[in-house]
């Protein structure tokens, strides 16, 4: 059974900044009592009250206490569906990795304003624009769905005058609403994954963890950095979701519902990366298809950082979609010593490849691991794809 220990938070947070802030100033942390475990939707009397305006003017003035102050949802104790008006619910072909948690995705575009389509960067948002994205962790992960899972945060990134600005809320004892945290938390969990019982340590980000990943610098420049959101760009929304009707294009709905402009007419213009998950049979993708899977696993986990614009342009490693066809095969690592291995990627060779032993290091204060934020667990799923990735190439040997 999953256990959720303790959380830390702080109580004096009225009046921070958001994680565009660049202060380091770290309050005192609280220990919240240890709380009952709650799995599933809170049955607080509060949740049945229902709400169905979206509060546009605080999002763009206000860094809320709680998460139910913005009314995003109809139920204030359900962050995970049945969203007012102009909210949709969407998916990644692709997920971003952290500890086998659930993730419910949400967009809120203001009335009237639409974002606008890009080929391969997010979409181009208006003002107003709000992602909201809830993390559940499930007891087993091969029976998911919010009833069976504990609420643990969400998180908002909201687009305001200044650019985007991001905010985590960490879910209450009963689970009615959500606090506002912006120097994080974390808690004790376990979860069964593939039958075996994994202990853990969940992380909730404070604000320099934040810019940390979601920061692109133009040019290397950090006086031109701005905030960016990582995953709703056309090749991962270029795909199915199942709105209550039945699958859909994901593109197409956000332009039917109003939300998205500027769509090539061609289908063929728009580019997509293969479907992948942890049930994804890695032993059925054909070698031919192989290396797409691969660099889509790589463009959403890593390429945030690991790009010309990211926090880690500089480490010889690119691992953005349609980027150095390459990557980072042969290459030598800039600052790291890689523990007695010469290459990021070794052809024909995953156990050597420096890439492979930093995905499955732990967090255990080596420094070793990557990503170094978001996750306290290996994910063997997108390791194992990896692994078949470079052990299928016939690239020529590193010398």
């Known amino acids: 059974m999953k256990t959720i220990n303790k959380i830390f938070v702080s109580l004096a947070l009225v009046g921070l900044a958001g994680c565009g802030s660049s202060s380091d100033s770290t309050p ?14 809170s049955n607080n009397e509060i949740c049945s009250t229902q709400t169905n305006d979206v509060q546009w003017d605080l999002l763009l003035t206000q860094d809320a206490q709680n998460l139910s102050t913005y009314q995003l949802f109809e139920s204030q104790c359900n962050p995970t569906a049945n969203a007012n008006a102009r909210g949709l619910p ?10 086998y948690a659930s993730k419910y995705r949400f967009v809120f575009v203001p009335e009237n ?11 181009d948002f208006p ?9 559940t962790l499930p007891t087993d992960t091969s029976d998911r769905g919010v009833n069976k899972e504990e609420i643990i945060e969400t998180r908002l990134l909201i ?22 945290s912006l120097i994080g938390g974390n808690t004790e969990a376990s979860i069964i994954h593939d039958a ?16 940390k990943c979601h920061q692109l610098k133009p040019g290397g420049d950090s006086k031109l950095a701005f905030i960016a959101p990582i995953g709703p760009k056309a090749r991962f929304l270029n795909s199915d979701f199942d709105y209550g009707t039945g699958p859909e ?8 519902e109003g939300l998205l402009t500027g769509v090539p007419v061609a289908a063929e213009e728009i580019d997509a990366t293969p479907k992948f998950s942890d049930s994804t049979d890695i032993n059925a993708i054909s070698p031919s298809l192989l290396d797409g899977y691969a660099r889509a696993w790589l463009d959403i986990n890593c390429a945030h950082c690991h790009r010309e614009e990211g926090d880690a342009g500089n480490t010889n490693f690119n691992a953005l ?3 150095a066809s390459s990557l980072a095969t042969c290459n030598q690592p800039i600052s790291y010593g890689g523990q007695g291995l010469s290459w990021i990627i070794t052809p024909g060779e995953a156990d050597q490849s420096i890439l492979i032993q930093r995905m499955e290091a732990l967090p255990d204060g080596n420094g070793d691991q990557m990503p170094p934020l978001g996750r306290d667990l290996v994910h063997s799923e997108g390791s194992e794809l990896i692994k078949a990735w470079i052990n299928a190439s016939t690239a020529t040997p590193c010398n």
């Open 28 to 41: 005192a942390t609280v220990t919240v009592p240890d709380p009952v475990s709650t799995v599933g939707l």
């Open 90 to 99: 969407f998916d990644l072909a692709v997920p971003l990795f952290t500890d």
């Open 113 to 123: 304003e639409t974002a606008t389509y890009q080929a391969s960067e997010a979409f």
């Open 127 to 135: 003002i107003g624009t709000v992602i909201v994205k809830t993390f």
């Open 159 to 180: 687009k305001r005058d200044n650019g985007w600005n991001a905010f985590p809320y960490i879910w209450n004892e009963d689970k009615s609403d959500a606090v506002l």
């Open 196 to 211: 075996e019982t994994l202990n853990f340590e969940y992380g909730v980000p404070n604000g320099q963890q934040c810019i």
């Open 249 to 256: 294009n994901q593109i197409a709905k956000w332009v039917s």
């Open 321 to 323: 979609w349609g980027e």
